[in-house]
């Protein structure tokens, strides 16, 4: 009994965690920001909402899933070739949420991910919303 209940707080704390975090990072819109900095367009952006660019993965990150039994030097050897940083391990030892550093398309990226033996998949990192 006492187990079960140790294992209701942890999934608590660990659920608890992951949900502040997003709510300290808000989603922002780009039509916003460039509002909110003063930059303006040629054309008013509430007149042309379906000509706004929708994104449906966050620029330049990946989640990356290795194959079970790798190991951190590969994981590390592969980050350096291809340029990419660590940003969250989603579950260990084997999601990673990943930055890429040298400019490289996400689907670039993917592509080059998945020529590893390691790499079980790799996939952008999609954005999710409640409508």
């Known amino acids: 009994m006492r187990r079960v209940s140790f294992i209701h707080v942890l999934v608590f704390i660990v659920l608890a965690v992951s949900c502040t975090d997003l709510a300290t990072q808000p989603e922002q819109d780009p039509t916003v920001a460039a509002e909110a900095s003063g930059a303006q367009g040629t054309e008013d952006p509430k007149s042309a909402p379906a000509e706004r660019k929708i994104v449906d993965h966050v620029p330049a990150q990946v989640l990356v899933k290795f194959k079970e039994g790798t190991e951190e ?54 954005v999710r919303t409640i409508q």
């Open 73 to 126: 030097p590969t994981i590390e050897a592969i980050q350096r070739q291809l340029h990419l940083q660590t940003v969250r391990i989603i579950s260990r030892p084997n999601l990673y949420l990943m930055k890429i550093q040298n400019g490289f398309s996400v689907q670039e990226t993917i592509k080059r991910l998945q020529e590893f033996k390691a790499v079980e998949y790799a996939e952008p990192n999609y």
